[in-house]
């Protein structure tokens, strides 16, 4: 079992700056990609960045030049530092991973959650 524990959300002010963290913890062999995600009220979840394995990164050119994902593999952990935060960076915030348990099997696990207010 593969458990993906977010934190570091939390309300902000426009031109603010937040940092999430994405933990992994249980029967890991290894972690591919690990993934951001966002879900607004209304509106379908989407993805924010991604870092594979090697560190190659890729990011939403909505949140590109503000937004940047990195990652601890010693911690088995992801990092989503976010600046210069607009109100429509408004979400909920899941993280993602695809993770090779200590079975070998490959797996897609997702977060809990966390939520992101930027608002004045």
């Known amino acids: 079992q593969v458990q993906l524990v977010e934190s570091g959300g939390g309300s902000v002010q426009p031109g603010g700056s937040l940092r999430l963290s994405c933990a992994a913890s249980?029967?890991?062999?290894?972690?591919?990609?690990m993934y951001w995600y966002r879900q607004a009220p209304g509106k379908q979840r989407g993805l924010v960045a991604s870092?594979?394995?090697?560190?190659?990164?890729n990011v939403a050119d909505s949140v590109k030049g503000r937004f940047t994902i990195s990652r601890d593999n010693a911690k088995n952990t992801v990092y989503l530092q976010m600046n210069s935060l607009k109100p429509e960076d408004t979400a909920v915030y899941y993280c993602?991973?695809?993770?090779?348990?200590?079975?070998?099997?490959?797996?897609?696990?997702w977060g809990q959650g966390t939520q992101v207010t930027v608002s004045s």
């Open positions: 249980g029967s890991i062999f290894r972690i591919y990609g």
């Open positions: 993602n991973a695809a993770v090779q348990s200590t079975t070998r099997q490959v797996n897609n696990y």
């Open positions: 870092i594979s394995s090697n560190g190659t990164t």
